[in-house]
């Protein structure tokens, strides 16, 4: 081992009260009752507490820590930290650094300033942060972070890791009961994994502060589209440049750091647009692993002189930013069961869970597409580099195949995975894989996990993940009703197989999502095709939705209509943030800038007007008459905008929805027609005029 592979080894996990770290601070006992807590998803011994904080406080003091903090995940999507130190002034004028049981075990936060969905009035305000022992704490910037769920003082959950936790062990029971119909009695959990790929833009960190819709919205509302973007498909995977290769080690250093597994990077398709993937933990831990990389991204971006984007959409004409939530199940942490085996025609636990999964998408379709709604996601999905608002799963021929088989009851006409030639001599024969990979499909199978491939970069894994988990878990407590009352097995399980592709096999789709022959083919098939947030929060609270959630304990009919009024407000707030944006940039600066171009070329023309010369003036005559022509209608449209958010502000709406559909039909159309006559203004007015960085110089200049 080298001397820097040692070193590395030596960082790794070095900032995370990990397994390594509670062996050392923790009193043998105390370290075994802890451990027995994580591994068995049991409730915390309140008698070891006091001796768990003071092994944690000890570990952070040498660590450098001051302070400490219960870090949590509200509806805001993003994380939330109140810092206090550990000092514990004395009577006599010293201190003691003090950091009890009580202190780890449950926190207080102001509830009433975060989302809540109406079920917290302004001066209710009292909320409690609960720590979550199987999510390990770590120190970050001096301080001990304690992963936290986040409650209401009247236990309404106001977080998104409480659902989730819920999720997985309401997943873990109902596996346990297929399993033990399978003969498994050995198998104690069954664990939810992921790893979330994240993808986001870098830009220069001056040509941003120029931008004030990308400081205030992280995306472009005005811009004209370069002559160059990723046509000649250069960018990925190419070369990285070396200020980006060195903000990329950085931001590994730091995430490993915190024992987040960052194991691959490379460039995207778009100018100045790349990729970091880590490796698959539990859902858990990889939902708190990811909001720390996006932070991580940001902020060693600062450091280098970047500004790192992570909108959907930053950037319209060029491809947008998505996370792909790559999901599977895990029976005691070690044998997966969505992996086939060398001959998944003779797998049946394999091929039951396969199906339970499509099952399950058929039949939640719009639960799954309403996780990765978002104003920012509606900008992206559906375009050339996402998925289209139609959820469908890729499986791939053989799979396919071996399914249709059972259904029928007739002989399999699937391609055995076979070799590739690749035709030189000195390369050797590869093994081909039984499917090829499908990169326009919003859920593929790939070997021994589902890829969701819909959701938006800025996004919290947290929600999608909580109803995969419940959606599955829903799906496998009728398999297992059904397995518990048969007398073979075998029998019974092709039978549930059959049943399930005959009802559900049309959600399954191996070709091109990107089609418009399969936007037809899925209305024909009935799948259900929501091309927009607004229509997608619906199913929040549908009946169906509300007993799911509710049968399985994750969340309340009031806790999930709280979350929809949320998802609402959220929507509102951000059109009404960009258009207050458009409405400023267009007066203080794209209106002036035109009032100045104009002038230049009307005093040119009358320069050489009066000259009294024969001199040909056309071009000064065409540009002053087209610049005048699109400022006119610049200005107003720019006019109907202000009336509709002044309208927006004063109407009074009869629902939530009704509001939200407000600024989609209205207020976003005429975003739309602002930025188009923008932009054909930018085409026409010298650079020495336009006020604003171009993409030319935000997408080539990082």
């Known amino acids: 081992m080298t001397e820097r592979g040692d070193s590395l080894i030596e960082r790794y996990s070095s900032n995370v009260f990990d397994d390594t770290a509670m062996r050392k601070y923790l009193p043998g006992d105390t370290y075994k009752q802890l451990r027995k807590t994580i591994n068995d998803g049991r409730t915390l011994d309140p008698a070891i507490a006091d001796a768990v904080a003071n092994g944690m406080k000890r570990w952070a003091l040498d660590k450098g820590a001051t302070h400490f903090t219960h870090w949590f995940q509200p509806m805001t999507g993003y994380t939330a930290e109140k810092h206090d130190s550990f000092i514990n002034p004395q009577g006599d004028g010293t201190i003691i650094m003090s950091f009890s049981g009580k202190e780890l075990v449950r926190g207080e936060a102001d509830a009433s300033s975060f989302p809540s969905g109406g079920m917290r009035a302004t001066f209710e305000a009292r909320g409690y942060t609960a720590w979550d022992c199987t999510s390990p704490a770590f120190v970050k910037d001096g301080t001990l972070c304690v992963p936290t769920c986040f409650c209401s003082f009247n236990g309404d959950i106001l977080d998104k890791k409480t659902p989730l936790l819920r999720s997985m062990e309401a997943l873990s029971a109902q596996s346990v009961r297929v399993l033990r119909c399978f003969g498994d009695q050995d198998t104690r959990r069954v664990v939810a994994m992921t790893g979330a790929e994240q ?48 903000y990329m080690r950085e931001v590994d250093e730091e995430l490993w750091s915190l024992g987040v597994p960052s194991k691959t990077e490379h460039n995207e398709v778009a100018p100045a647009q790349h990729e970091l993937a880590p490796v698959f933990n539990t859902v858990n831990i990889a939902t708190d692993n990811n909001q720390l990389i996006m932070e991580t991204l940001k902020k060693v971006a600062l450091r280098n002189n970047l500004v790192c984007l992570l909108h959907e959409k930053p950037f319209a004409g060029v491809n947008g930013s998505g996370k792909h939530n790559n999901w599977s199940i895990n029976a005691d942490g070690t044998r997966n069961l969505l992996k086939q085996g060398k001959t998944p025609e003779n797998n049946a636990q394999f091929l039951l869970f396969l199906s339970a999964f499509i099952w399950a998408v058929d039949e939640y379709a719009d639960l799954l597409r309403m996780t990765i709604a978002s104003p920012g996601n509606d900008h992206r999905l559906g375009g050339h580099e996402a998925p289209p608002c139609i959820v469908s799963v890729f499986l791939g021929d053989l799979l396919t195949d071996i399914l249709q088989e059972i259904e029928t009851g007739g002989e399999s006409t699937f391609r055995q995975g076979g070799s590739l030639q690749i035709g030189v001599s000195s390369m050797p024969v590869l093994p081909q894989d039984v499917s090829d990979r499908n990169r326009t499909s919003p859920m593929a199978y790939t070997g021994n996990k589902f890829e969701f491939r819909m959701l938006g970069s800025s996004m919290s894994i947290a929600d999608c993940n909580t109803v995969t988990n419940l959606i599955m878990t829903d799906i496998l407590s009728r398999i297992a009703d059904r397995l518990e009352k048969c007398g073979d097995i075998n029998a019974e399980v092709r039978d549930i197989i059959r049943d399930i592709m ?77 258009a207050l944006t458009m409405i400023e940039m267009a007066k203080r600066q794209i209106l002036p800038a035109i009032v100045k171009y104009t002038r230049f070329v009307a005093d040119s023309f009358n320069s050489l007007h009066q000259t009294g010369l024969a001199l040909d003036v056309s071009v000064e005559s065409g540009i002053l008459k087209d610049v005048t022509a699109a400022g006119a209608q610049f200005k107003a449209n720019l006019s109907k905008l202000e009336k509709l958010v002044e309208k927006a502000h004063t109407e009074t709406f009869d629902s939530v929805k009704a509001r939200s559909v407000f600024y989609r039909d209205k207020i976003l159309p005429a975003m739309n027609a602002l930025r188009e006559t923008s932009d054909k203004l930018e085409t026409l007015l010298g650079d020495e005029y336009w006020p604003l960085p171009t993409y030319t110089d935000l997408l080539f200049n990082e």
Request: aromatic share 12%; with cysteine; charged share 30%.
């Open 199 to 246: 993808e986001y833009f870098l830009v220069s960190k001056e040509l941003y502060q120029k931008r004030h819709d990308l400081m205030l919205c992280g995306r472009t509302l005005f811009g004209a589209k370069p002559a160059k973007g990723q046509e000649l498909y250069d960018h990925y995977y190419g070369s990285i440049k070396e200020n980006v290769a060195k």
């Open 502 to 578: 005959r009802d559900h096999k049309r959600v399954i789709f191996n070709g091109n999502n990107y089609s418009r022959e399969w936007i037809e083919e899925a209305a024909r098939r009935g799948l259900p095709n929501i091309d927009n947030s607004v229509d997608a929060f619906d199913a929040a609270i549908t009946p169906k939705t509300v007993d799911l959630f509710e049968r399985f304990g994750v969340l309340s009919r009031r806790e999930l209509e709280a979350r929809y009024g949320i998802y609402h407000d959220n929507y509102v707030s951000t059109v009404n943030i960009e």
